[in-house]
């Protein structure tokens, strides 16, 4: 059983489409981060959510934590072929100390 | 360098053999993690280390791997009689500390074969 869902494993859409990637656990997040990889390469840091309820917002992605920080979002609003990659959620969690937990990803195809 | 820096960026090996997987964390990071992913997946945590000492193995998937960190900079993943299985992108992070983001290496693409 994972720590940590994510949903959905695939997603792909059509150029200016939104989109919506969800991270869920059963278990309190002490902060959750996400990230995004692209191929044959490690993945990049795009945001960290700490306060329950949290909204933060990067150009065209707004990323939310839930109030009971056990969830998460990740919104694309009018996405572009550049968006393209697995998107990947991570979080730390107070039981596991400093152990950082992923998802299983969301591998994003942005058709043109 | 800036970043994390691992190496071989790529390690072709056979069943059977020893292998070394070097990480150079960020300069002053005192965590180091190792994960290890097999394409279109998340990564899959194997260990990490506060400073020099383990503070979490769990995710080592048997006696086979093992993992150092001596001066609390570099580290090694070093797996012993390499398996099929094996085989995936065995990447290193660092971090200030823990609790706070971590920083990727590109990962070392190993392939046993």
């Known amino acids: 059983t994972q720590l940590l869902e994510q949903s959905p494993q695939f997603l792909s859409i059509q150029e200016g489409e939104n989109l919506t990637v969800y991270c869920n656990s059963s278990?309190?997040?002490?902060?959750l981060q996400w990230y995004r990889q692209e191929p044959g390469e490690g993945p990049v840091l795009l945001v960290t959510?700490?306060?329950?309820?949290e909204v933060k917002k990067l150009k065209r992605l707004t990323f939310q934590f839930g109030d009971a920080r056990k969830d998460s979002s990740l919104h694309i609003t009018a996405a572009q072929p550049g968006d393209t990659g697995l998107y990947l959620c991570?979080?730390?969690?107070?039981?596991?100390?400093?152990?950082?937990?992923f998802g299983q990803g969301t591998e994003l195809s942005v058709k043109p | 360098g800036a970043g994390v820096s691992q190496t071989p960026s790529n390690k072709v090996t056979e069943k059977g053999k020893y292998v070394e997987l070097r990480c150079d964390p960020i300069?002053?990071?005192?965590?180091l993690y190792w994960y290890r992913q097999s394409l279109g997946q998340g990564p899959e945590f194997l260990i990490y280390?506060?400073?020099?000492?383990?503070?979490?193995d769990s995710g080592l998937p048997n006696d086979r791997f093992f993992a150092v960190r001596p001066e609390g900079s570099v580290s090694t993943l070093k797996i012993q009689r390499t398996e099929r299985g094996d085989s995936a992108v065995y990447l290193c992070?660092?971090?200030?500390?823990?609790?706070?983001?971590?920083?990727f290496g590109q990962g070392t693409r190993l392939t046993v074969v």
């Open positions: 300069s002053g990071h005192t965590a």
């Open positions: 959510v700490v306060t329950g309820g």
């Open positions: 280390f506060q400073g020099t000492g383990a503070a979490d």
């Open positions: 991570a979080g730390l969690f107070f039981e596991l100390g400093g152990k950082l937990i």
């Open positions: 278990s309190v997040f002490s902060s």
């Open positions: 992070a660092s971090s200030p500390n823990q609790n706070t983001e971590a920083f």
